[in-house]
């Protein structure tokens, strides 16, 4: 099936500095990834919507200068954290969405676990 | 905006007892999908539904989709301890982005052997 890697799976940062994840879709294209916040025991919060090419769409609440997405090629997404603070720390995950097995289905990164200190 | 509501938030069973979660949308949906993520992994993908009243079956795995495609249900027969994990279901509405989803709050499912 398709494969979404993302890196890295864990990262410890100091406060006040930038933090970049890769989101890559390793055997199909995705001119869509969708980039999720999760809190433990909670569910999957949307963040944004990245689009090849072309600005990223976010969702209400969250701060466009504060996560920024860039999506460069067919293959890659980037979600770039910046001036990170301890209430930052969280479970990020990409996703990228294929026709595989049914329409639309959703293969996720592996998430990467913030921690800013 | 659309909401998914998913319940029961947390679910203790006995290994070999059955076990349900439910979903509700506040909207109609064009399909809803099951997902499952193990503790510290990430989710993967079970199955979609599409059609009004669908059931699908996978193993010991019985989904359902409701008549109004606003509810479903994931009814798992004879729990196993490998079926540790939270379920979510997420729903997409039509006419929204390609591959934009919505997903429930998540049932916690603990197996205690």
């Known amino acids: 099936g398709a494969v979404v890697s993302q890196h890295p799976s864990r990262v410890i940062c100091k406060s006040g500095t930038s933090v970049k994840i890769e989101c890559r879709s390793l055997d199909f294209q995705a001119t869509t990834m969708f980039w999720y916040r999760q809190f433990p025991k909670q569910s999957l919060m949307l963040m944004a919507t990245s689009n090849e090419g072309s600005k990223a769409t976010y969702e209400q609440g969250v701060e466009k200068d504060k996560f920024l997405i860039n999506h460069a090629s067919l293959t890659l997404s980037t979600l770039t954290v910046t001036s990170a603070h301890p209430e930052d720390s969280s479970f990020y995950i990409c996703?990228?969405?294929?026709?595989?097995?049914?329409?639309?289905?959703?293969?996720f990164g592996q998430g990467t676990r913030l921690t800013v200190v | 905006g659309q909401q998914v509501m998913q319940i029961p938030q947390y679910q203790h069973v006995q290994e070999g007892e059955d076990f349900t979660t439910y979903c509700n949308s506040s909207t109609t949906l064009s399909n809803i999908q099951w997902y499952k993520q193990r503790p510290g992994g990430h989710p993967v993908f079970l199955i979609q539904l599409v059609k009004s009243g669908e059931v699908k079956k996978q193993k010991r795995l019985t989904f359902q989709f409701g008549e109004a495609k606003k509810n479903s249900s994931l009814h798992i027969t004879a729990t196993q301890t490998t079926d540790v994990g939270t379920y979510f279901c997420?729903?997409?509405?039509?006419?929204?982005?390609?591959?934009?989803?919505?997903f429930g709050q998540g049932t916690i499912l603990t197996v205690h052997p």
């Open positions: 997420a729903g997409k509405v039509g006419g929204t982005s390609y591959g934009k989803l919505t």
């Open positions: 996703s990228a969405p294929t026709r595989g097995q049914s329409d639309t289905e959703a293969f």
